[in-house]
């Protein structure tokens, strides 16, 4: 099974969650489940894109996102898909042997330096925001031997907010290490419940119509 930084995120927040999802996909067309905030952010994604590319106009943004959308038309890269091995070689994304999947939203390299931003719909992440940046990072580093640095950032679009960090080549071992052991974890399990205020807008939540109760002992 593939990593991508979304399918770990959902094992991050419930590990149970991720097996009703992908190891036990049939749970997945359970009726009843509202796509609608998912299809909002598709949609934002794709006018993004398509003005990047320049084959649309800019989508309605803030005052604050609007002309920082504009410097990129021409210069970023949009939605590029990075897929590797377990050995980290690179692959097709469709490889059957492909471990590690990134799709980054806009790219850009500037000499030693390259340049990422992810747009995000949903909350502000107070915290463990960098993990996406690092998973991503990975991808330039091991397909652009030139860059040194990522300067990377998360722009939530309907918060007027950019999280930023920096991520430099000589942390590439270990996150090679930290992604790898994430891999297997998505791979091989335990898929454990995790009972927290996420249960409910959980749509294996029971009371949303799923199988799950929450607890760590039901089954």
């Known amino acids: 099974m593939a990593l991508s930084y979304s399918r770990w995120s ?5 590990a149970k969650q991720f097996w009703f999802k992908y190891v036990d996909p049939a749970r997945e067309k359970k009726p009843g489940f509202d796509r609608a905030v998912q299809a909002v952010g598709v949609e934002a994604h794709e006018s993004i894109e398509g003005f990047l590319k320049g084959d649309s106009v800019a989508p309605e943004m803030s005052s604050f996102f609007a002309p920082k959308l504009a410097d990129l038309q021409g210069l970023a890269k949009s939605e590029t898909q990075f897929a590797f091995k377990a050995d980290w070689t690179p692959c097709d994304w469709f490889d059957k042997e492909a ?3 990134m799709e980054l ?3 850009w390299l500037d000499n030693v330096t390259a340049n990422l931003v992810d747009f995000k719909n949903g909350k502000v992440k107070a915290t463990g925001w960098r993990d996406q940046l690092e998973y991503y990072a990975i991808a330039i580093f091991l397909t652009f031997p030139e860059a040194k640095m990522v ?3 998360l722009w939530y679009i309907l918060h007027d907010h950019i999280s930023r960090d920096r991520i430099f080549r000589w942390e590439l071992p270990g ?3 930290k992604w790898a052991d994430r891999a297997t974890k ?4 335990p898929y454990p419940r995790r009972p927290s205020g996420f249960c409910k807008v959980c749509k294996f939540y029971f009371n949303n119509g799923g199988p ?8």
Request: with cysteine.
């Open 10 to 14: 959902d094992f991050a927040i419930c």
């Open 175 to 177: 996150l090679l290490t």
């Open 212 to 219: 799950c109760d929450g607890s760590p002992e039901s089954a």
């Open 99 to 101: 471990e590690h999947r």
């Open 151 to 153: 300067h990377a950032e």
């Open 105 to 107: 939203d806009a790219f």
């Open 186 to 189: 998505i791979a091989v399990g």
